[in-house]
């Protein structure tokens, strides 16, 4: 994949399938640490022992319309090429929590990509769930809770096209502003 953003709406796609209701996505960009991290943790079925053990291996899946699963062994590449690793957590009932690192100046990580159209496609697909969606670059930090964003909504769905446009806006205008502050 061309970019983490991109494995962060696979992974959370993985997790809609397992039946999560809610989805958390973290990302820390830390350039004085040299550090950056991609966390998606989730309450859905879980992974049993087999599965858990397997998850970063590409040949094995548990799905039947194909012989490879390649989410997470993908995202373990994209970390482990940038000097980083990944850290698969789950339990049978209580959800998986995938968490990623990469050294944030190694040539080889991917660019985060265009992380405000991977979190409205999420919400916009899946207005039943719900996402949290923290962003801390630096000493500034940024939060978008779905879950709070519809109980102010009193009713009006969340993939309203005027919602979508509002959340997308407040994503870009944060991330924008920041941009340029990494440094």
């Not at 966390?39 to 094995?60: C, I, S």
Request: glycine content about 4%; aromatic content about 6%; some cysteine.
């Amino acid at each position: 994949m061309e970019d983490l953003s991109l494995h962060i709406l696979d992974i959370a796609e993985n997790c809609i399938t397992a039946q999560a209701s809610r989805v958390e996505i973290k990302i820390v960009e830390d350039s004085r640490a040299n550090f950056m991290s991609v966390e998606v943790n989730d309450n859905g079925k879980g992974m049993d022992k087999e599965l858990l053990e397997n998850a970063t291996d590409p040949f094995y899946t548990t799905r039947t319309t194909r012989k490879v699963g390649l989410g997470i062994p993908l995202l373990a590449q994209s970390a482990r090429e940038s000097n980083g690793d990944i850290s698969v957590k789950s339990e049978i009932g209580k959800g998986t929590s995938i968490r990623t690192t990469f050294q944030y100046d190694h040539i080889d990580r991917r660019p985060l990509g265009d992380i405000t159209q991977t979190m409205i496609i999420l919400i916009m697909s899946n207005p039943d769930i719900d996402f949290l969606f923290e962003y801390k670059k630096n000493d500034n930090s940024y939060n978008l809770d779905t879950t709070e964003i519809k109980q102010d909504l009193d009713g009006i769905p969340i993939n309203e096209p005027e919602v979508i446009r509002i959340i997308k806006n407040d994503i870009s205008t944060w991330l924008n502003t920041h941009d340029n502050m990494i440094k």
